[in-house]
């Protein structure tokens, strides 16, 4: 007959803390699973293109921008679904991605390792967000944010293109750009625009913009 599991020698107290030991392993993962699919703050975007950015609309294709911080470990998965989304549909959409450059700070600090991965994307533009001022303009609090608008000026979608923090893989996000940029002629301009769920590190912190979770 099964008398459950023996532990010869295993004195009370320590029976007790391997059980507190495996509790706590098992909340670790929880909260763990629970910060990677909470999304971050969404964008304000202004519902019309600001006409102060230092972008152009493009006469023919819906601008595209991602926002990103340079040092985020999360933006790397959302840089690397870009690259995906683009393989498919560059010919589709003018692709920009802006890196924060906080006062103080230079551009080698914005050139990091996700600028160089990023920089051998076809069809993408990369720019130094001096100041962060079209972080700003855009009203972007989150890394990975992206913004779709329609070459009339209208914004078509905001949100992320990851599944969770730092994870690959097909999202809501992506399929909503996806059937955008499919359907952009037959669109209605005054459809309220597509979100999702954007998943990075904030970049709101006015006093050093660093990343708050670095690996």
Excluded at 64 to 93: D, F, K, Q, W
Aim: hydrophobic share 35%; charged share 20%; aromatic share 10%.
């Amino acid at each position: 007959m099964y008398r459950g599991i023996n532990w010869p020698g295993l004195s009370w107290p320590v029976r007790l803390f391997a059980l507190f030991w495996a509790v706590g392993v098992v909340w670790g993962l929880f909260l763990l699973l629970e910060y990677e699919c909470r999304p971050g703050e969404q964008a304000k975007a202004p519902p019309v293109w600001p006409s102060g950015s230092t972008l152009r609309l493009h006469p023919e294709k819906p601008p595209l921008l991602m926002l990103a911080h340079p040092h985020c470990p999360c933006t790397r998965a959302s840089i690397g679904e870009l690259e995906r989304l683009l393989a498919r549909y560059g010919n589709r959409v003018d692709a920009h991605i802006l890196f924060l450059q906080p006062p103080g700070r230079s551009e080698d600090w914005t050139k990091s390792d996700l600028w160089r991965s990023a920089s051998g994307i076809p069809g993408l533009t990369l720019w130094s967000d001096e100041d962060g001022r079209e972080r700003e303009r855009f009203e972007v609090a989150t890394s990975g944010q992206v913004l779709l608008y329609l070459p009339s000026g209208e914004l078509a979608f905001l949100g992320g293109i990851t599944p969770s923090r730092g994870h690959y893989g097909d999202s809501r996000g992506q399929a909503a750009i996806e059937k955008i940029l499919l359907t952009a002629a037959d669109l209605d301009p005054s459809t309220s625009a597509e979100t999702s769920g954007v998943f990075g590190c904030q970049m709101t912190n006015k006093e050093k913009q660093e990343c708050p979770n670095p690996r």
